[in-house]
């Protein structure tokens, strides 16, 4: 759904009028199950990581219209048709074992770990993110698939690596994508133009962030700070909104994750 906080906050902080709700209650079920494509199969798209990736790495992304499914290994990036991953589950096992090998029809090398990879909305691009030194690697999708090897463009991030990189869900906003750094800065990276936009201080929209997320529309988003207030704005960095951590929580417990 679409954002709707409104007022609910000011923009001067302070809790104003919001009251604590009571406790979620807990539930539990017995009903949740998810349906395997071939019983205990597994397939293995990359090469293994060791050590593992980072804790907040995003290493798997799909374009659903064109079928195409994208993954970061310790070493490349694979980039294969959804059908023939698929068709590889009911591929013969090796032995005793329950994972496929797999096969994909591109190879990227790659000389640095990746820590966050993902499509635009709109899957003209794929963009990538190195685990040490941030930076954005842009590769256009259509030169890929035609055995591109070079990104289209890249926009560096002063050294800093990435703790989120979330594309705007709109394919026809496809160029925008937020970018939060290790270090909770929040930058809203624009394909088109090849570089971050400027918001009313500058490229960096927001300090100590720690995750963000967007209205299903794309025309707004919000960001949690390290604080456990939240901020309702625009991708140009313009507050609409702060709602206020809630009165029972410390400032020591923030959210990590949200969505909308």
């Given at each position: 759904?679409?954002?709707?906080?409104?007022?609910?906050?000011?923009?001067?902080?302070?809790?104003?009028?919001?009251?604590?709700?009571?406790?979620?209650?807990?539930?539990?079920?017995?009903?949740?199950?998810?349906?395997?494509?071939?019983g205990?199969?597994?397939?293995?798209?990359?090469?293994?990581?060791?050590?593992?990736?980072?804790?907040?790495?995003?290493?798997?992304?799909?374009?659903?219209?064109?079928?195409?499914v994208?993954?970061?290994?310790?070493?490349?990036?694979?980039?294969?048709?959804?059908?023939?991953?698929?068709?590889?589950?009911?591929?013969?096992?090796?032995?005793?074992?329950?994972?496929?090998?797999?096969?994909?029809?591109?190879?990227?090398?790659?000389?640095?770990?990746?820590?966050?990879?993902?499509f635009?909305a709109?899957?003209?691009?794929?963009?990538?993110?190195?685990?040490?030194?941030?930076?954005?690697?842009?590769?256009?999708?259509?030169?890929?698939?035609q055995?591109?090897?070079q990104p289209?463009?890249?926009?560096?991030?002063?050294?800093e690596?990435?703790?989120?990189?979330?594309?705007?869900?709109?394919?026809?906003?496809?160029?925008?994508?937020?970018?939060?750094?290790n270090?909770?800065?929040?930058?809203?990276?624009?394909?088109?133009?090849?570089?971050?936009?400027?918001?009313?201080?500058?490229?960096?929209?927001?300090?100590?962030?720690?995750?963000?997320?967007?209205?299903?529309?794309?025309?707004?988003l919000v960001?949690?700070?390290?604080?456990?207030?939240?901020?309702?704005?625009?991708?140009?960095?313009?507050?609409?909104?702060?709602?206020?951590?809630?009165?029972?929580?410390?400032?020591a417990?923030?959210?990590?994750?949200?969505?909308?």
């Amino acid at each position: 759904m679409a954002f709707s906080f409104g007022n609910v906050g000011n923009t001067g902080g302070g809790l104003g009028g919001v009251s604590q709700g009571p406790d979620l209650g807990l539930i539990q079920t017995e009903a949740l199950g998810f349906l395997s494509l071939a019983g205990d199969a597994k397939l293995r798209l990359t090469s293994q990581w060791s050590p593992p990736p980072a804790e907040n790495a995003s290493l798997l992304s799909i374009a659903s219209r064109q079928g195409l499914v994208a993954a970061a290994g310790p070493d490349a990036v694979v980039l294969a048709s959804t059908e023939a991953v698929r068709k590889a589950f009911d591929s013969p096992k090796d032995g005793d074992s329950d994972i496929r090998a797999f096969q994909p029809q591109l190879k990227l090398p790659l000389p640095i770990r990746i820590c966050q990879l993902a499509f635009t909305a709109d899957e003209t691009y794929l963009i990538l993110a190195a685990e040490q030194g941030g930076g954005l690697a842009v590769y256009e999708v259509q030169a890929l698939q035609q055995g591109a090897t070079q990104p289209a463009f890249e926009i560096p991030t002063n050294g800093e690596s990435l703790r989120a990189l979330v594309p705007n869900p709109r394919p026809e906003k496809g160029e925008l994508c937020a970018v939060v750094t290790n270090e909770g800065k929040l930058l809203m990276a624009n394909m088109k133009e090849r570089n971050f936009i400027p918001g009313p201080n500058g490229q960096i929209l927001k300090d100590q962030v720690s995750c963000v997320a967007w209205s299903n529309k794309g025309k707004q988003l919000v960001a949690g700070l390290g604080d456990g207030t939240i901020l309702q704005m625009t991708p140009e960095g313009a507050i609409k909104a702060e709602i206020p951590r809630p009165p029972g929580l410390t400032a020591a417990y923030f959210g990590e994750s949200y969505s909308c």
